[in-house]
């Protein structure tokens, strides 16, 4: 599998994302990702750290661009632990844990991502602002309420399936109320 178009499909998905999420700067983009889905095998039973390397390559700099937080949601080995910049965590109050990924315990990406941080923490969980689902991981327990699903151009990275959800507030009040369509 070439790393190159790994990391091209993973830049182009993620734009898109945080294109038509409306997600904004200092918020929280989550990603789950099987590497092992990536190259075609079933979840979790061949990570692949070049994978992840390489995905993160494509990614990364799409959240820097637009000032978002990268987040990554490990895998069940760790308890679905999400790991991201220590500076995120202050800001959202979030709840430190103590584990450090690995590609058999937590994932290749989330490794990945450990690594490249610069003062990268383990939290128990977050409420991201938006997030891609690389592999069928479910990272529905990371987002914030009400989840909304986006069909992206490119549906697939590698092998894996890629479903992305944005995020709105919850709307209330009954059959006279009014919305406003900015946050739909």
């Known amino acids: 599998m070439e790393l ?3 990391t091209k499909q993973a830049n182009e998905a993620a734009k898109e994302l945080i294109e038509r999420s409306g997600i904004k700067k200092g918020q929280i983009l989550l990603v789950g990702c099987s590497t092992s ?9 061949h990570s692949g750290p070049e994978i992840g390397e390489a995905l993160l390559k494509g990614i990364l700099p799409a959240a820097e661009e637009k000032g978002v937080y990268l987040a990554a949601q490990c895998c069940e080995h760790i308890n679905r632990a999400v ?3 220590e500076e995120a965590m202050e800001k959202y109050n979030l709840t430190q844990v103590n584990a450090v990924p ?3 315990a937590g994932g290749s990406f989330a490794t990945a991502l450990y690594s490249a941080l610069e ?7 977050v409420k991201a602002h938006a997030g891609m689902d690389i592999g069928c991981v479910l990272i529905g327990m990371h987002l914030k ?3 909304v699903p986006m069909r992206l ?3 697939h990275i590698g092998k894996a399936l890629v479903v ?3 995020t709105r507030p919850k709307f209330t009040g009954g059959e006279r109320a009014v919305y406003d369509d900015k946050l739909r």
């Open 37 to 45: 889905e990536v190259q075609g095998y079933n979840l979790g039973s």
């Open 4 to 6: 190159e178009i790994l």
């Open 145 to 147: 309420e009400v989840a």
């Open 83 to 85: 790991i991201l910049e």
């Open 102 to 104: 690995q590609p058999k």
């Open 153 to 155: 151009k490119n549906s």
């Open 164 to 166: 992305a959800a944005r």
């Open 119 to 125: 003062s990268p923490v383990a939290v128990e969980d």
